[in-house]
């Protein structure tokens, strides 16, 4: 499933882009971030191509707490697990019967999923940050400051100070939209939800 391991590769290039970002957006942006030391929710996710034709359409639940912890699952038929445990974050997919774990590190926090979950008192230094404001849905567009990026854009919306979507466009002009419902932000999670047990027999990839 390509957005999964979108969430989960890191940025791999680090020639810098100029650009500037306002620091009341980036203040605002770590703030509304920063409030929420847990998540839960369910997701529905819709990805098009640049015409606007759909490929894919998925649903599941995500759960994060900070510092770099989290769990995705993608339900069936399409079923993927994400789990980082602020060591490593490991990637099982039950049809292949194969995960791959991978060391969590700083470039890591450059992806989406682990940038709603990691440190983001640096958030400057990995993207240039700009916000609109409509009602009570703040919307934020962040661009990354390196070259050969897994996304080209990525917008943040909240929700009354709460993270309601999320879309990503890459380089060709497809489009990833990420739906959030029933958001629950700072309510204990049992740490076993973000510990992974290797299935008996799986094909494990170490990278």
């Known amino acids: 499933m390509r957005l999964i391991r979108m969430l989960l590769l890191p940025v791999l290039a680090v020639t810098t882009l100029s650009a500037h970002a306002d620091p009341k957006d980036v203040a ?101 940050i700009t916000s609109k404001e409509a009602g009570g849905v703040m919307d934020f567009t962040l661009k990354p400051k390196t070259r050969d ?15 309601n979507d999320m879309q990503l466009i890459d380089s060709v002009g497809q489009r990833t939209n990420i739906l959030f419902t029933g958001v629950k932000a700072n309510e204990a999670i049992p740490a076993s939800k973000f510990k992974f047990d290797i299935p008996k027999g799986a094909d494990v990839i170490q990278e």
């Open 149 to 163: 990026t897994l996304f080209d854009s990525l917008r943040l919306s909240f929700r009354n100070g709460m993270i």
């Open 28 to 128: 605002r942006l770590t703030q509304l971030l920063e409030k929420s030391q847990t998540l839960t929710a369910r997701f529905s996710q819709l990805t098009l191509d640049g015409s606007g034709t759909q490929l894919q359409e998925t649903a599941g639940e995500m759960s994060l707490q900070r510092p770099g912890l989290f769990y995705w699952h993608t339900d069936a038929p399409q079923e993927q697990l994400m789990v980082s445990d602020g060591q490593k974050v490991s990637l099982w997919d039950p049809d292949l019967e194969q995960v791959t774990i991978k060391k969590l590190d700083q470039r890591l926090t450059q992806t989406p999923a682990l940038l709603l979950s990691g440190d983001v008192s640096k958030i400057s230094e990995s993207f240039d």
